[in-house]
């Protein structure tokens, strides 16, 4: 019995080692919150590239001029420093790529996307997001 046992405890651990280790988050598109008032909604697409991250902000109806954006460091709720900056939004779209970086160490740290009215008016926030996974990838 206790051969059988221990068979059966090899076999698990040995099944353990040959699982697959969990995949890298090749695609993350958030949804881009107004805030203040501004009705600016749209969504961030985070792809994962070779040794980089591809940031696509897309705000429907978006205002031509430029509009800075960035990553922070913290929530929506609590916006801290930045920690990377993107190209400004004009027209409501903006892609940056990001080199050094991966998806999920975005996703393993507290970070937010966010976009500023204008660059005459950087303290005034218009869109948000937390990067997270969606609760259904979760």
């Known amino acids: 019995m ?9 076999f698990g651990l040995g099944a353990a080692y040959l ?7 090749s695609t993350l598109t958030l949804k881009l919150s107004a805030q203040n008032g501004s009705g600016e909604n749209g969504t961030a697409t985070l792809t994962q590239a070779d040794g980089a ?8 109806n978006g205002p031509a ?5 960035h990553i922070h460091d913290g929530t929506c709720a609590g916006i801290l420093g930045v920690a990377y900056g993107l190209t400004s939004l004009a ?4 892609t940056t790529v990001i080199k050094g970086i991966t998806i999920d160490q ?3 740290g507290k970070y937010a996307i966010n976009v500023h009215k204008s660059t ?5 926030y218009v869109a948000c997001a937390n990067i997270v996974k969606p609760a259904s990838s979760m």
């Not at 001029?65 to 954006?69: I, L, S």
């Open 2 to 10: 206790k051969t059988v046992i221990a068979l059966l405890a090899c």
């Open 65 to 69: 001029g430029p509009q800075p954006a």
């Open 19 to 25: 699982a697959p280790a969990a995949a890298a988050t």
């Open 53 to 60: 991250v591809n940031v696509v902000i897309a705000i429907p």
């Open 120 to 124: 005459d008016n950087m303290g005034n």
């Open 91 to 94: 027209n409501g779209n903006s």
């Open 106 to 108: 975005l996703l393993a």
